[in-house]
Structure formats: C-alpha cells, structure tokens
C-alpha cells in the first residue's frame, strides 16, 4: 500500500494522518500510531527504534523504562528533554505474543519496515528543521544514515543525515542490557554531551 505522506501543514497535521498509515503490516497488531513528540521548533531530534509497549499503549515515545533512563542522560549532559522532538524510525510496535506468555516480547523492525516508515521521519525533519538529528542505535542511524552506518565505530561523530547534522549514539535499551550498565551509561552521556555542545 502506498504512504500518502501529507506535503503541507505542520506536525499535527502528519500526525493525523501517520494515525490511518497502513504502509506496512506493522498496524495491524499494534494498538495505535506512535508520533513524535515535543516542540515543532526544537533545535534537536531525537531518533529511536520503534515504540515498546509502554509506548504501544500510551501513545508517546519514549515513555517506558528506555524513556526514563534517556530523560537522564538528557539531563546528565545537559538537554532538556521538554525542548527536544523525539520521535521513532518505525512508529508502531512489532513484537511476538509467546503463547502463554502474557507479555509482548519487543522484535527488531525488518529493513522493508523502517523503508515504509522512513517518508514519516523524513517528514517530521522536515517540519521541524533541527540543528542537529541524533539517532539512537543501529535501526535510527540505518534510517537515516544508511545501512553501511556502523554505530560502533563511528558514535559521538558529527555526520550528516538529509542535509542535518546529525550524529548516532547507542541506543537506552542497550544501555539497560550493557553487562557494564555504568559504562555503558556514562558512553551515552558523554555523546548526548557533545550532542548538547554542538548547539551551545
Ligand atoms: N525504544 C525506542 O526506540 N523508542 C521508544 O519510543 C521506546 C523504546
């Protein structure tokens, strides 16, 4: 099915009409649309993966425990999360439900879902027009970055994404999973830390 990404009007206008996309398969099982958040004049854009359950069922990114761990670093290095857009590659939750599980177990969007999705993001850069785009693991900077983009070796590095400068950190959830969570924490603040001089 093809994506009638809206080319007029603001972030409430894409928003509204990002809540009907049945670009991929994604809407059937999830509970709603996933937008981007936060002021339409932000200086910064946050990109992460795709909405979790939490965010499934809240209709906000970032809202779960990968939010709340982001919300400090944000504020360890200076950014405050009301000033900033975050939004997601992928804007509906995929997961599996384990047959007698009750919890919804997250699964990683397939390339053809973050291309499906991709128009919306491009969209909401568009809107928004930041000074600087910041993705949050593989699957933002695949997105926007392309697929060759390795995280791992180039994070914390001033790039560009669709003519942004952009750079790509690892993702919260990985920080929660990091066998050396202090770590791994500390890597992300000091990212999102040049990310915050990068603007100053
Ligand atoms: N992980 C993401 O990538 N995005 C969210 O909104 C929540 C968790």
Not at 89 to 104: E, I, N, Q
Not at 106 to 135: F, I, N, T, Y
């Amino acid at each position: 099915m093809t994506i009638e990404v809206p080319t007029r009007g603001g972030l409430t206008a894409l928003r509204r009409a990002a809540a009907e996309c049945q670009g991929c398969g994604l809407y059937r099982d999830a509970t709603q649309t996933v937008f981007g958040a936060g002021p339409a004049d932000a200086r910064m854009v946050l990109v992460g993966e795709q909405p979790g359950d939490r965010e499934d069922l809240a209709g906000e990114p970032f809202v779960g425990p990968a939010g709340m761990l982001l919300d400090r670093a944000l504020g360890d290095a200076g950014i405050d999360r009301d000033e900033v857009y975050v939004t997601n590659a992928v804007k509906h939750f995929k997961f599996t439900l384990p047959a007698r599980g009750k919890r919804r177990i997250h699964q990683k969007p397939s390339q053809g879902e973050v291309s499906a999705c991709r128009p919306w993001l491009l969209a909401e850069l568009d809107r928004v027009r930041p000074e600087l785009v910041v993705c949050l693991g593989a699957t933002a900077a695949s997105a926007l970055l392309g697929p060759d983009f390795r995280v791992s070796q180039r994070r914390g590095e001033i790039v560009a994404a669709q003519g942004i400068p952009a750079m790509a950190t690892v993702h919260p959830s990985a920080v929660l999973r990091a066998p050396d969570r202090e770590a791994a924490y500390r890597g992300l603040v000091a990212d999102l830390t040049v990310a915050a001089r990068h603007q100053a």
